[in-house]
Structures are given as structure tokens and as C-alpha cells.
């Protein structure tokens, strides 16, 4: 008799877990892209060869402030905003819920996750939308 009652109670909580599972990387799919490509089609894109310099991490200064340097990076996947909105929403996915935030905020402190390094503005938008701006 307790196990009918139970039941339902557990089914609803699941859909409900799912529910902000799937809002969440709702809202981080819709990110704002890359300002400084143009999108041919889906995972295409032009850009200008000086956007292709970016600042990316390379320390802290002794006050914690992050020290950038210019570096230029090549790879179209660092530039592709969606696509790494993508990664981290597939990353999430497979999290249970109550390690997402933990594993969210590993992502934007180290702005990377497992050797994929992603964009400074992905992780500037990433945090932006975890702290509510």
C-alpha cells in the first residue's frame, strides 16, 4: 500500500528533475554567439584572420586577477560559440542533477573540461547566465 502511494510522488519528482535539467541546457544552447563570425550554415562560419587573436588564460596575478595574453588560435572549434555551448550542455547531460552545478562551476572556473578548452566569451557568457546578469 505504501509503495502506490510512493510511486507517483517519485515519477513526478523524476519529470521534474528533468524538467530543469532540460531548461537549463535549454538556456545555455541559446546562448549569444560569436559576434566575430558569420554563419554560413550550421557549423560553418567565416571569419576575419585578426579575429582569430584572442586573449586566453595563462595565469593569475598575486591579487587572483587573470593575467591574459594574445595569442592566436586556429582552431574553429574555439571561435564556434554554438558548438561549444553544445559540448557543455552534452556534458552536462550526462551528469546526475545534484553534480551539475559542481561540474558547471568547474567548467567556468578552469574555463575547460577534460583537455577541451573553450573560449574566454563562452565562459563569460557561461557565468553570466549561472549568476543571473
Known amino acids: 500500500m505504501i509503495e502506490n502511494n510512493f510511486h507517483p510522488q517519485v515519477l ?3 519529470k521534474k528533475i528533468e524538467e530543469l535539467r532540460a531548461g537549463l541546457l535549454k538556456h545555455i ?4 554567439d560569436n559576434p566575430a563570425i558569420k554563419r554560413l ?3 560553418c562560419f567565416t571569419m576575419s584572420v585578426s579575429d ?3 586573449s586566453l588564460k595563462s595565469g593569475v596575478y598575486k591579487d587572483g586577477q587573470d593575467k591574459r595574453t594574445l595569442m592566436s ?3 574553429p572549434e574555439m571561435h564556434d560559440f554554438k558548438r561549444q555551448y553544445q559540448k557543455i550542455a552534452t556534458i552536462l ?3 546526475p542533477l545534484e553534480d551539475m552545478e559542481r561540474t558547471l562551476h568547474q567548467i567556468i572556473l578552469q574555463e575547460k573540461w577534460d ?4 573560449h574566454p566569451d563562452v565562459i563569460k557568457n557561461l557565468k553570466a547566465l549561472w549568476e543571473g546578469e
Open 29 to 32: 544552447n541559446e546562448l549569444p
Open 12 to 14: 513526478a519528482l523524476k
Open 52 to 54: 582569430t587573436f584572442t
Open 115 to 118: 583537455g577541451y578548452k573553450f
Open 73 to 75: 588560435c586556429w582552431c
Open 93 to 95: 547531460s550526462s551528469k
Open 41 to 43: 550554415g550550421n557549423g
